[in-house]
């Protein structure tokens, strides 16, 4: 029961450096909040310094879609920070002991404890396929049960929680959050107080939980120790939970408040002060999460006297034919499946291809669409590549700067991360850059020209990687996942065999085209594509690429 060690501070001279990397367009971010349901510009609580906390996966069994949609949602809010020069401390949760956990790993003969590593594991490999960043802490919840433990006690010590007792006056195990005690209750998620900004709030307003809904929420099944008798009002909520008579005894903690586990929403308040201290920037998830659990975490922080976050983020939901995925409603689809079918780049493609706030129908054709936008990267870079002689390394990709960058492009993230507006401000680029290569043949100062080329490939990847989607990044290119557009940057003795043979073909079909045997280039050409290489004739030459 050992807490993980506490992250060390920041001096005063790094600070003062990454406060001088922040590019002036950070000063025209603005971005959603929940609880105020409106779009303001983002100010940071530390210069030159962003904190955010997303909640992870219950790992109970294996993900599905909308779980890496939120999580792909988010690690673009975060690169676009990064992008922007802000140093970000980035913090996302296991909650690796929950009642789904216990009874599903009992029901497969399972230790709790194995079932959750193994589930953490998938969703760490299916985190890293589809190119999201390694948070810069990722606590578990079983190794924060003293700092849970010790969260509790304020609260109770602040009047604000009590400890339920058997009829000997001996505790429980049993704990609740006194709502009636906390007046500031409901401010984050109840609509009625404030008016709505947009159209995406007014759907996830309508489709989201909030305490406005009453009733039975079946994207939010009520946790069963939150319906005991014992509470003092209908809403409170369990802190700390008394074991049931199943549960394993190495899933019970011994506590001055009796022997039980944690109740599901103290751990995040817990782990988000432990690891970002007090007030932070943003915290995020998905927007099933807004009531109850963010509603009920943003209380409890709050009442033990500690800040909350100072903006509060939701990713809407993955829905098929309006109805949110999910594998409880039987609908929910597994990211190994899909990955089955797609490359893990369209699948990264189509789940960041609307604004994180707005619902994303999943369908044929949007894995559709998804692939025909890698087709117009890849074909685009690997061209530009070979005009310009190879391409620029990932370094000074890495290096640009959001001013840097094509003036829509850093409008649209500006605008509440506006992926829909930043996709189209990259397309036209390419279609810039396609210009200009055509048109690179016929210029006399070609140097200038290639230099022009260039600069439009650096912008094309630099945007392409601040969405995850650079295809010569990691993990696209070990991976294999960015085809053709990775073979232009990739030594792997596999493309460069292919290239040698495929360069053979061509160099007999420019022979065949000379001595005008059309009939013999064309059938070059269809033998080429039967096997699964596409041919495109340029200015500069033909290129080949994977279809």
């Not at 029961?1 to 406060?19: D, G, L």
């Not at 696209?476 to 493309?495: L, P, T």
Request: negative net charge; proline residues 5%.
């Amino acid at each position: 029961m050992t807490n993980t060690q506490e992250p060390q501070n920041i001096n005063i001279s790094s600070v003062a450096t990454a406060v001088d990397a922040v590019a002036s367009a950070a000063a025209d971010l603005k971005l959603y909040d929940t609880a105020s349901h409106a779009v303001s510009n983002f100010t940071p609580i530390k210069p030159g310094q962003v904190g955010m906390y997303v909640c992870g996966a219950t790992v109970q069994s294996s993900p599905h879609i909308g779980h890496i949609r939120a999580a792909v949602a988010f690690d673009v809010v975060r690169r676009w920070f990064e992008r922007l020069g802000y140093k970000v401390t980035f913090v996302r949760n296991v909650t690796d002991i929950d009642d789904k956990i216990l009874d599903k790993a009992a029901a497969a003969g399972q230790q709790w404890w194995e079932r959750a590593y193994i589930y953490e594991r998938e969703f760490t490999e299916a985190y890293n396929t589809l190119g999201v960043e390694p948070p810069t802490y990722e606590p578990r919840a079983t190794g924060h049960m003293i700092d849970m433990i010790d969260l509790i006690k304020q609260i109770i010590d602040n009047g604000h929680g009590y400890v339920v007792t058997d009829e000997n006056g001996n505790p429980t195990g049993n704990v609740y959050f006194d709502v009636a005690s906390w007046p500031h209750y409901g401010e984050l998620t109840h609509q009625k107080q404030t008016a709505v900004a947009d159209a995406a709030s007014e759907v996830a307003d309508a489709m989201g939980p909030s305490v406005d809904n009453t009733g039975n929420d079946k994207y939010n099944p009520v946790d069963p120790a939150d319906m005991s008798e014992d509470k003092h009002d209908p809403r409170d909520f369990a802190l700390w939970k008394a074991p049931k008579d199943s549960d394993p005894l190495d899933a019970r903690w011994n506590t001055p408040f009796g022997t039980g586990r944690p109740g599901w929403h103290i751990e995040c308040s817990a782990m988000s002060h432990r690891y970002l201290k007090d007030m932070f920037d943003i915290h995020g998830g998905g927007l099933d999460l807004r009531f109850p659990h963010h509603e009920n975490e943003m209380a409890q922080t709050r009442a033990a006297g500690y800040d909350s976050a100072a903006r509060w983020m939701h990713s809407a939901w993955v829905t098929a034919k309006g109805e949110k995925m999910s594998k409880s409603l039987g609908n929910g689809l597994s990211v190994p499946a899909v990955l089955a079918e797609n490359s893990a780049w369209v699948v990264r493609y189509a789940l960041g291809s609307v604004q994180y706030r707005s619902m994303l129908e999943w369908s044929d054709q949007t894995l559709t669409e998804a692939q025909s936008a890698y087709d117009r990267v890849s074909n685009f870079i690997e061209r530009a590549g070979a005009a310009v002689g190879g391409q620029p390394p990932r370094e000074e990709i890495v290096s640009i700067s959001a001013d840097a960058l094509p003036a829509d492009f850093v409008a649209a993230m500006n605008d509440d991360i506006n992926v829909s507006g930043a996709s189209a401000a990259i397309f036209t680029a390419i279609r810039s850059g396609n210009t200009l290569l055509s048109k690179l043949a016929d210029r006399v100062d070609s140097d200038v020209a290639k230099d022009e080329v260039r600069a439009v490939l650096v912008n094309v990847r630099a945007m392409l990687d601040t969405l995850g989607l650079d295809p010569l990044a990691e993990p696209w290119v070990s991976e294999g996942a960015a085809g053709g557009a990775a073979g232009a940057g990739a030594d792997s003795a596999e493309h460069t065999a292919l290239d040698r043979l495929v360069s053979e073909q061509l160099e007999e079909r420019a022979e065949a085209r000379k001595a005008k045997d059309f009939a013999r280039a064309d059938a070059i050409r269809d033998a080429l594509g039967a096997a699964g290489i596409a041919i495109e004739d340029t200015p500069q030459g033909p290129t080949w690429t994977l279809k």
